[in-house]
């Protein structure tokens, strides 16, 4: 005997969504647009952040290594045998112990994907009567173009920094009236000086660095800095921005060094963030409890204009399981074809979003595409709220009294 396609109960969770055609039409209406409208808010605020961290880091290394500040000095009291109190040290300019080597296992550690040695401090320059005060940035040009992508901010000229030849801002270009080709003196706080021709002008979109700038050659910096064969820092990147702090927390622990993240430095922005996120999920729980609401209303409502067919079935012997069934069945349909019909409501509206919501430079604020994460979460919170929400109605109708269901209903 041919066992039929579909068992009693989908038979009958099928038959009565289809008996109700408007109240299933406006329920499936109401959870298609609650999903699309998770999905969408998620991926809006996501973009956003991702956005918002790609600008303000573009011009800062993603986990920043330097050597441990000096320990402070403990002074004595004439008077007494023991140390009085802690003077704090003044920290001196100096070079990473063993940087050669540390650097050698940086790429080892997972997340990491550049490595890029710096020689870094401060400085005067100078250009006939102007003098500014800088910054001296010595690196290798290959290297760094992965932490700061400064070719791609060039204003002016090329990304070229061999011996004798510096990348400056635009603002530091500006008050000492350089251009191209010409050359500005470059003083350190050693007192060693040398001189360079300026063969690019960068804007990073920051103002204090492109007013104190002046990118040169690691072996030059070092020579400047007093710093032979040193560096003072290493800049990495990683590729997940939100996990650099847990990975500078592993390189911290065995390097010995002080790994600093940009999450620890931009305090106010990692706080923005989980502001979003906390509000992104607020709104969340709230449209899961309407849709919720709208599906256990449909269903009791259901309850209610069949409860004379539910007391015959009864009365003919389907058994309160299956009965119950029936309405669980119902929830997870309208649940599962809202999370289907909203994945791509959603997909419409990222993809509208992404040529409408544009950025000062014409660069999309977000992109058209939704990680596929995104979609299996909103449709297994869909089906899960379709199922709960049955629930009461489904315990409702397989607890019917057939006789009354039947004289009354």
Known sequence: MRRPALTFEWVLALRFLREGRMQTVLIMAGTTVGVAVIIFITALVNGLQTSLAARTLSTQAHITLRPPDDVPNLVLDRNQAVAARIEPRAQRLRSIDQWERIERELPGFAHVVAVSPMATGAGFAARGEATKSIAIVGIQPERYVRIVGVPERLIAGSFRV???????????????????????????????????????????????????????????????????????????????????????????????????????????????????????????????????????????????????????????????????????????????VGALLGSGLASALVYGASFALRQDDGTPLISGGIEPGYYFSAAAVAIVTGLVAAVMPARRAAGLDPVEAIRYG
Do not use: C, H
């Open 162 to 336: 061999g011996p004798g030849e510096t990348v400056i801002g635009s603002e530091l270009a500006r008050d000492l009236g350089a251009a191209l080709g010409d050359r500005i003196r470059v003083t350190s706080t050693e007192n060693r000086s040398e001189l360079f021709q300026v063969t690019g002008i960068f804007d990073l979109g920051v103002k204090d660095i492109n007013r104190r700038w002046v990118i040169v050659p690691l072996r030059t910096a070092q020579s400047l800095l007093d710093l032979p064969g040193g560096v003072t820092n290493i800049d990495l990147t990683v590729d997940d921005i939100f996990v650099a702090e847990a990975v500078a927390q592993r390189i911290a622990a065995q390097t010995g060094q002080l790994a600093e993240s940009w999450m620890a430095v931009n305090t106010q922005l990692l706080t923005a963030f989980k502001n979003q996120t906390m509000t992104t999920r607020t709104v969340r729980v709230f449209l899961v409890l309407i849709v919720a609401l709208g599906i256990a209303s449909v269903l009791v409502v259901s309850v209610v204009q069949k409860s004379r067919e539910i007391g015959i079935l009864r009365a003919i012997g389907a058994s309160p399981r299956r009965i119950m069934t029936v309405f669980l069945i119902q929830g997870g349909i309208v649940g599962a």
